[in-house]
């Protein structure tokens, strides 16, 4: 069974050729034995025939019953050796297959078994004891093999003989009344069928062969194939799972290989008792890069950060490329806290040298925080979140490195635990979801769109209201990762609403950073793509004080995103600054005066006055004016005099997940959404 083995650790196409060839040869075997069996036994009959046939029609008109019975005397005798002579000839003319079919022996028998004639003289009148003669007395033409030329055993007994019995029957009888008993020499037969079987074994041969042949040729391709196909998967399979844990831009681990590498130190610790050092590294002003010299800048340099920590390291630790511009540093031995520490400041010397980018001197500063375990956590979450606590710490403070302190994550200020915990619900996959607040007709009978809320459910402190991490997020650069994930959010609910018939528009908001990001334009084209949802479907609002903030760079995004067909919208208005140049040339098509003068517009003049402003304003320059924070009818009633258009608040509907909308819209005429019309920036 060793062969076996050997062929099992073979190549497809190496089992496929010997199997096959086992297989091929056994069929061979199969198919020559059988038509072996088949050839012999034709040309057995044949041979029986051509003797019957012969004998018959030349030895059988001699006889006569009165022979049968009687015997022949001398000169019957002689006619009857003369057929016999001469049927023997006929039967050796017969052809190639019976030129040797000489008669050894003839005898013939009465029904009694008496033998009347035999060329053997001497048994002629002895009484025949063969079993085969009841059966030719039956009229059955009876042949076998026989290795003697009587049955008594005399004569050449090596030779193979042809024995045959055949009926002598008269035409006026009903029954053979003798039987002639002939004994033909086999090797004329056998010669005939080894040439016969010769051949067939060589066609047998050559056919399979040329069937194995081909068939190996045609797995000699499908095996090519397979290896092809193979390695295109085998290499698909290795892109897939590179690209699952590796950064797209640098090359480096992403954050799904440092959380599992991080917890595989951690899990060795526990049994070997090291030390296990996480490090966090955030660059700080590199949006300054981004902004002044371009993101294609940015890319260069963040590619150039990873060989640089990496010249500082051991073989076994492992550098990864978090998102934007964080990187982490994962160390799975450390002495302890000094030599983390000591890693950290190597590091950030290495970072503070210039970096070569196409020609221009760029210069980094980072900081960096410090989680070791098990002393500030058993896993792999909780070392993240103590360095992310401690990399804010070191930015909060100017401190370069700081290694993480328990109390920090008590005592620090809030926006420290609220952007850590962020950064994770972000990686999450049902921690922030959108609430939605309709948009009324003032008459509340027709909806004209939707204003999209983010809610964060933390999975410890349960419902986090939007204004504890809003304005915390706002001051970093995760607003943008946030604004993006708001947007699918916004865009995937919208397209299911749409699949059932509802084209209802969504507004989402905007803050300050996200109207400096040029990138904004592209991100808002491939969401909306990503989607297949028309661009007068989704509304991005933003406030005033935003807009003022940086007119020009803002400008420049707001009017490439109405170039999409996306429509615009101020918020909060009369809360800003906003100059009526900077108002008039701003491509948006709705004002929404800010909930504090409409909750006070039935308590005060001065309030009454100004939504009344804003609303003629408005209606001046061509927009439709919402009112924001309408909380009973009286306000409602005072709005619809004042001829706003819209209203949003707590009297019509207050904010509600997704399934409460559907319910809603199918209930409530939703308003078609209007053509954009508003001119371009000159």
């Given at each position: 069974?060793?062969?076996?083995?050997?062929?099992?650790?073979?190549?497809?196409?190496?089992?496929?050729?010997?199997?096959?060839?086992?297989?091929?040869?056994?069929?061979?075997?199969?198919?020559?034995?059988?038509?072996?069996?088949?050839?012999?036994?034709?040309?057995?009959?044949?041979?029986?025939?051509?003797?019957?046939?012969?004998?018959?029609?030349?030895?059988?008109?001699?006889?006569?019953?009165?022979?049968?019975?009687?015997?022949?005397?001398?000169?019957?005798?002689?006619?009857?050796?003369?057929?016999?002579?001469?049927?023997?000839?006929?039967?050796?003319?017969?052809?190639?297959?019976?030129?040797?079919?000489?008669?050894?022996?003839?005898?013939?028998?009465?029904?009694?078994?008496?033998?009347?004639?035999?060329?053997?003289?001497?048994?002629?009148?002895?009484?025949?004891?063969?079993?085969?003669?009841?059966?030719?007395?039956?009229?059955?033409?009876?042949?076998?093999?026989?290795?003697?030329?009587?049955?008594?055993?005399?004569?050449?007994?090596?030779?193979?003989?042809?024995?045959?019995?055949?009926?002598?029957?008269?035409?006026?009888?009903?029954?053979?009344?003798?039987?002639?008993?002939?004994?033909?020499?086999?090797?004329?037969?056998?010669?005939?069928?080894?040439?016969?079987?010769?051949?067939?074994?060589?066609?047998?041969?050559?056919?399979?062969?040329?069937?194995?042949?081909?068939?190996?040729?045609?797995?000699?391709?499908?095996a090519g194939r397979m290896r092809r196909q193979t390695r295109d998967l085998?290499?698909?399979?290795?892109?897939?799972?590179?690209?699952?844990?590796?950064?797209?831009?640098?090359?480096?681990?992403?954050?799904?290989?440092?959380?599992?590498?991080?917890?595989?130190?951690?899990?060795?610790?526990?049994?070997?008792?090291?030390?296990?050092?996480?490090?966090?590294?955030?660059?700080?002003?590199?949006?300054?890069?981004?902004?002044?010299?371009?993101?294609?800048?940015?890319?260069?340099?963040?590619?150039?950060?990873?060989?640089?920590?990496?010249?500082?390291?051991?073989?076994?630790?492992?550098?990864?490329?978090?998102?934007?511009?964080?990187?982490?540093?994962?160390?799975?031995?450390?002495?302890?806290?000094?030599?983390?520490?000591?890693?950290?400041?190597?590091?950030?010397?290495?970072?503070?040298?210039?970096?070569?980018?196409?020609?221009?001197?760029?210069?980094?500063?980072?900081?960096?925080?410090?989680?070791?375990?098990?002393?500030?956590?058993?896993?792999?979450?909780?070392?993240?979140?103590?360095?992310?606590?401690?990399?804010?710490?070191?930015?909060?403070?100017?401190?370069?490195?700081?290694?993480?302190?328990?109390?920090?994550?008590?005592?620090?200020?809030?926006?420290?635990?609220?952007?850590?915990?962020?950064?994770?619900?972000?990686?999450?996959?049902?921690?922030?979801?959108?609430?939605?607040?309709?948009?009324?007709?003032l008459d509340g009978a027709r909806i004209e769109g939707l204003e999209a809320?983010?809610?964060?459910?933390?999975?410890?402190?349960?419902?986090?209201?939007?204004?504890?991490?809003?304005?915390?997020?706002?001051?970093?650069?995760?607003?943008?990762?946030?604004?993006?994930?708001?947007?699918?959010?916004?865009?995937?609910?919208?397209?299911?609403?749409?699949?059932?018939?509802?084209?209802?528009?969504?507004?989402?908001?905007?803050?300050?950073?996200?109207?400096?990001?040029?990138?904004?334009?592209?991100?808002?084209?491939?969401?909306?793509?990503?989607?297949?949802?028309?661009?007068?479907?989704?509304?991005?609002?933003?406030?005033?004080?935003?807009?003022?903030?940086?007119?020009?760079?803002?400008?420049?995004?707001?009017?490439?995103?109405?170039?999409?067909?996306?429509?615009?919208?101020?918020?909060?208005?009369?809360?800003?600054?906003?100059?009526?140049?900077?108002?008039?040339?701003?491509?948006?098509?709705?004002?929404?005066?800010?909930?504090?003068?409409?909750?006070?517009?039935?308590?005060?003049?001065?309030?009454?006055?100004?939504?009344?402003?804003?609303?003629?304003?408005?209606?001046?320059?061509?927009?439709?004016?919402?009112?924001?924070?309408?909380?009973?009818?009286?306000?409602?009633?005072?709005?619809?005099?004042?001829?706003?258009?819209?209203?949003?608040?707590?009297?019509?509907?207050?904010?509600?997940?997704?399934?409460?909308?559907?319910?809603?819209?199918?209930?409530?005429?939703?308003?078609?959404?209007?053509?954009?019309?508003?001119?371009?920036?000159?």
């Amino acid at each position: 069974m060793d062969w076996i083995r050997r062929i099992r650790g073979r190549g497809v196409l190496t089992r496929f050729a010997v199997i096959s060839a086992l297989l091929t040869v056994a069929v061979g075997l199969v198919l020559s034995q059988v038509l072996s069996a088949a050839i012999t036994e034709r040309a057995r009959q044949q041979a029986e025939w051509t003797a019957t046939v012969t004998v018959r029609l030349g030895v059988q008109p001699q006889l006569s019953r009165y022979d049968l019975t009687h015997g022949f005397d001398p000169a019957r005798l002689a006619d009857v050796e003369s057929a016999v002579e001469s049927a023997s000839a006929d039967l050796g003319d017969g052809g190639p297959e019976m030129a040797g079919l000489d008669p050894v022996r003839l005898k013939i028998m009465n029904t009694a078994g008496t033998i009347v004639y035999s060329d053997d003289h001497s048994l002629i009148g002895r009484q025949s004891d063969s079993d085969d003669l009841a059966a030719a007395l039956g009229g059955d033409v009876v042949s076998g093999f026989a290795h003697s030329s009587t049955e008594e055993g005399s004569g050449d007994a090596d030779r193979r003989l042809l024995e045959v019995y055949v009926p002598v029957h008269f035409a006026d009888a009903a029954a053979p009344e003798g039987a002639m008993e002939l004994y033909l020499p086999y090797a004329p037969v056998a010669a005939a069928i080894a040439e016969d079987v010769r051949t067939l074994i060589l066609t047998l041969v050559i056919s399979l062969a040329a069937f194995w042949a081909a068939m190996f040729r045609f797995m000699t391709g499908v095996a090519g194939r397979m290896r092809r196909q193979t390695r295109d998967l085998q290499s698909s399979v290795d892109r897939n799972r590179h690209q699952a844990t590796h950064d797209a831009l640098t090359g480096l681990a992403n954050r799904v290989q440092l959380r599992d590498r991080l917890q595989q130190a951690v899990a060795a610790s526990a049994t070997t008792g090291d030390l296990v050092a996480v490090l966090l590294i955030d660059l700080d002003r590199f949006k300054e890069i981004n902004e002044s010299l371009g993101h294609t800048y940015g890319d260069k340099l963040l590619r150039q950060i990873g060989p640089r920590l990496r010249s500082i390291l051991r073989e076994e630790d492992l550098v990864a490329r978090l998102g934007g511009d964080e990187f982490a540093v994962l160390l799975p031995v450390v002495d302890g806290l000094a030599e983390a520490s000591a890693v950290a400041e190597r590091l950030r010397d290495a970072l503070h040298r210039p970096f070569d980018v196409d020609g221009i001197s760029l210069d980094v500063e980072v900081s960096v925080g410090i989680a070791v375990a098990p002393m500030h956590g058993t896993d792999a979450e909780e070392l993240l979140r103590g360095a992310d606590v401690a990399m804010y710490v070191a930015k909060e403070v100017k401190a370069g490195a700081v290694v993480f302190e328990p109390h920090d994550h008590i005592t620090a200020p809030s926006r420290l635990n609220v952007l850590g915990d962020l950064r994770r619900a972000l990686d999450a996959e049902d921690e922030l979801l959108l609430h939605y607040q309709p948009k009324f007709t003032l008459d509340g009978a027709r909806i004209e769109g939707l204003e999209a809320l983010l809610r964060w459910r933390h999975p410890e402190r349960g419902l986090v209201p939007p204004a504890e991490f809003i304005s915390v997020a706002e001051g970093t650069g995760i607003i943008l990762r946030l604004t993006e994930r708001v947007l699918s959010l916004a865009l995937s609910q919208p397209r299911r609403w749409l699949t059932d018939g509802h084209a209802v528009p969504v507004a989402v908001n905007l803050s300050t950073r996200c109207l400096l990001d040029p990138e904004l334009p592209d991100l808002v084209a491939t969401l909306l793509t990503r989607y297949g949802v028309p661009a007068r479907l989704l509304r991005l609002e933003v406030t005033e004080s935003a807009v003022m903030g940086d007119a020009a760079r803002c400008l420049d995004v707001l009017q490439r995103l109405r170039d999409l067909g996306v429509r615009l919208s101020i918020d909060d208005f009369g809360t800003g600054y906003s100059s009526m140049a900077y108002l008039r040339q701003l491509p948006v098509d709705e004002l929404k005066i800010d909930r504090s003068f409409v909750m006070g517009m039935t308590e005060t003049r001065q309030d009454a006055v100004l939504v009344r402003t804003a609303i003629d304003l408005g209606h001046n320059l061509g927009l439709t004016v919402v009112a924001e924070g309408v909380e009973d009818a009286e306000q409602a009633s005072r709005l619809r005099e004042l001829r706003c258009d819209q209203a949003q608040g707590f009297h019509f509907a207050r904010p509600m997940p997704s399934e409460d909308v559907t319910a809603l819209l199918d209930r409530v005429e939703i308003l078609p959404a209007p053509t954009t019309r508003v001119p371009t920036v000159r």
